[in-house]
């Protein structure tokens, strides 16, 4: 699954689906995204990386 195929968000906001992983092409977003998403029991990657942004996520992706 795809998040975006031109990383043109301003925001994501998956707030309280219980999702326990976000997909490897979140990386594509722009680093200045904000991404929502408290509420879920994220694993992959953890909701502390996730807080931190996007440019957190694609160093936790490049490093598994």
Known sequence: R???????FDC???T???LQKLPRSIV??????????????LQ????NIVLKGIPAIRD???RI
Not at 2 to 8: K, P, R, Y
Not at 44 to 47: A, D, E, G, N
């Open 44 to 47: 992959t990657p953890p909701l």
């Open 16 to 18: 309280d689906n219980n």
């Open 28 to 41: 594509a977003l722009q680093a200045s995204c904000e991404i929502y998403a408290h509420g879920n029991p």
């Open 12 to 14: 994501l906001c998956v």
């Open 60 to 62: 936790y992706f490049s």
């Open 2 to 8: 795809q998040v975006a195929s031109n990383g043109a």
